[in-house]
């Protein structure tokens, strides 16, 4: 989470011998940690940013980070199930809020609602390995 592009953002890692210039540990304000912060907890469209903050500590550094419910994070993303989140990047017309209580049948009713132009989809599929195990 940054201040300049908050919650809504991704990141990938790779593995490389190359010699890099070091990135300073971040500073700045204290994300997700006040009401003059961010917010990411309030402006999370499927409440998984959670209100219970874990500690680490990184080169004698602490930092501490919301607590984030994966099962409501893949809602929103992973399934495409949330339009905010990607899914209308992709062309997907689907916007499912998840119910209190995520199960795995109440997943798979989700993801039978998707536009049938979806089924080619890599998403599609992945949706498709669930509701079949």
Known sequence: M???????????????DAKL??????SG???CKSKESIGCIEKCPV????????????EGKK???????????????????IQDEGA???????DIKPPKN?????LC???KRFDQIGEHSLYFRKSIDVCSM
């Open 47 to 58: 409440s998984a940013v959670k209100d219970k903050f874990i500690e680490i500590e990184i």
């Open 63 to 81: 930092f501490q980070l919301p607590e984030i419910d994966l099962l409501r994070c893949d809602w929103a993303k992973k399934y495409a199930l």
């Open 21 to 26: 210039q070091e990135d300073k540990i971040y």
């Open 88 to 94: 209308k990047y992709l062309g997907y017309d689907v």
């Open 102 to 106: 995520i199960t795995k049948n109440n």
């Open 2 to 16: 940054t201040d300049e592009f908050g919650i809504r953002q991704r990141f990938i890692s790779g593995i490389t």
């Open 109 to 111: 009713e989700a993801l």
């Open 29 to 31: 304000k204290k994300l």
